[in-house]
T-cell receptor, first 112, second 115 residues
Framework: QKEVEQNSGPLSVPEGAIASLNCTYSDRGSQSFFWYRQYSGKSPELIMSIYSNGDKEDGRFTAQLNKASQYVSLLIRDSQPSDSATYLCAVNPGGGADGLTFGKGTHLIIQP | GAVVSQHPSRVICKSGTSVKIECRSLDFQATTMFWYRQFPKQSLMLMATSNEGSKATYEQGVEKDKFLINHASLTLSTLTVTSAHPEDSSFYIC???????????FGPGTRLLVL
């Protein structure tokens, strides 16, 4: 069973601080990793994708991948109240045309 | 970015009826679309992979005769929930791959309530 694990939270972070979200996955052969944001009642929207070990930055977001530890993280700098949402970690186990395996998500709350 | 639409956004039906959900890629052609289901406070679970012009591939535990998928064109996939029951009530979300890339873009979802 291929699994993606996330701490469900809630994770409470003061406005302006750094929010750190973590994810581990079980399939060592996984190649592609994604972070999605999901607001209550809405469908997921893509934040970041990462394929190689190391860091990838996009604006206030930084994704980090460590394939040896089977670990993916997302950092959100200068957190804003609008960042309050559930963050889903998703893994494409086989690459290419495969569907995604999602974690249950971390509920993030940014306190004004 | 790539835009995916779904219709209807919300549907309420009686037990035993069938419901069709459409998923369209609006500004790109999608050879592969995916159907997911999300129960309250749960994550998205992949139901099936829909390939244009061929039969869908269903995940283990998903009844192919109950959840009929048709991907008749490069911009449209449909999911029909046949003989719906209250336990089929869920949030159904489709996604589409852009070209040969691995990124999937999600539609807005369809909330199904079976009474």
């Amino acid at each position: 069973q291929k699994e993606v694990e996330q701490n469900s939270g809630p994770l409470s972070v003061p406005e302006g601080a750094i929010a750190s979200l973590n994810c581990t996955y079980s399939d060592r052969g996984s190649q592609s990793f994604f972070w999605y944001r999901q607001y209550s009642g809405k469908s997921p929207e893509l934040i970041m994708s990462i394929y190689s070990n190391g860091d990838k930055e996009d604006g206030r977001f930084t994704a980090q991948l460590n394939k040896a530890s089977q670990y993916v993280s997302l950092l959100i700098r200068d957190s804003q109240p609008s960042d309050s949402a559930t963050y889903l970690c998703a893994v494409n186990p086989g690459g290419g045309a495969d569907g995604l395996t999602f974690g249950k998500g971390t509920h993030l709350i940014i306190q004004p | 970015g790539a835009v995916v639409s779904q219709h209807p956004s919300r549907v309420i039906c009686k037990s035993g009826t069938s419901v069709k959900i459409e998923c369209r890629s609006l500004d790109f052609q999608a050879t592969t679309m995916f159907w997911y289901r999300q129960f309250p406070k749960q994550s998205l679970m992949l139901m099936a992979t829909s390939n244009e012009g061929s039969k869908a591939t269903y995940e283990q535990g998903v009844e192919k005769d109950k959840f009929l998928i048709n991907h008749a064109s490069l911009t449209l996939s449909t999911l029909t929930v046949t003989s719906a029951h209250p336990e089929d009530s869920s949030f159904y979300i489709c996604s589409a791959r852009v070209g040969d890339g691995e990124t999937q873009y999600f539609g807005p979802g369809t909330r199904l309530l079976v009474l």
